[in-house]
T-cell receptor
């Protein structure tokens, strides 16, 4: 079955702009989580969506937001981009149950802010 | 805030050697997962350990979950160049609502 698909793979934006990243989860998975990965901080949890509702949120400013559609596809948006937002943004899909939280990651979107 | 400390941060060894990577926390996790990530790719799940004291083997890789479910180790026997990558441990605090807590990873290089 198809894996997790993230688009675009690479993106270059200017400070102050906004950006939208997309994630299509594995068919049947209802949970989509977003992570930011940087060399200094590693993988940090942004938020999780389950059945179109944000179920949990990490410690990131309000400039980072997301949403999930009825087909479980998810988007995340970053407004007023800062240089420090340059990172690999990873989306992970899972069944979303309390029993099984195994996450399957996409290849990520490499965002560079200049 | 739950933290997972991984050690060593970097490891470079010769093909054929054995190695162990550690993942430690002061917090208890309901399960712990190990991932491997290659450059330019997302992490790939290797194994999930759930029960304290549990040992799982995946070919030359042996994963162990501590009795108190606060720590874990990954042992690789007879390392091969194909084992090169970033190894990440991730803890689940339970309920699936807090997201996975990731360690910063161990960068492993196996030289031919």
């Amino acid at each position: 079955k198809a894996g997790v698909t993230q688009t675009p793979r690479y993106l270059i934006k200017t400070r102050g702009q906004q950006v939208t990243l997309s994630c299509s989860p594995i068919s049947g998975h209802r949970s989509v989580s977003w992570y930011q990965q940087t060399p200094g901080q590693g993988l940090q949890f942004l938020f999780e969506y389950f059945s179109e509702t944000q179920r949990n949120k990490g410690n990131f400013p309000g400039r980072f937001s997301g949403r999930q559609f009825s087909n479980s596809r998810s988007e995340m948006n970053v407004s007023t981009l800062e240089l420090g937002d340059s990172a690999l943004y990873l989306c992970a899909s899972s069944l979303g149950s309390a029993i099984n939280t195994e996450a399957f990651f996409g290849q990520g979107t490499r965002l560079t802010v200049v | 805030t739950q933290l997972l400390e991984q050690s060593p941060q970097f490891l470079s060894i010769q093909e054929g050697e054995n190695l162990t990577v550690y993942c430690n926390s002061s917090s208890v996790f309901s399960s712990l997962q190990w991932y491997r990530q290659e450059p330019g790719e997302g992490p790939v799940l290797l194994v999930t350990v759930v029960t304290g004291g549990e040992v799982k083997k995946l070919k030359r890789l042996t994963f162990q979950f501590g009795d108190a479910r606060k720590d874990s180790s990954l042992h690789i026997t007879a390392a091969q160049p194909g084992d090169t990558g970033l190894y990440l441990c991730a803890g689940d605090s339970g309920g699936g609502a807090d997201g996975l807590t990731f360690g910063k990873g161990t960068h492993l290089i196996i030289q031919p």
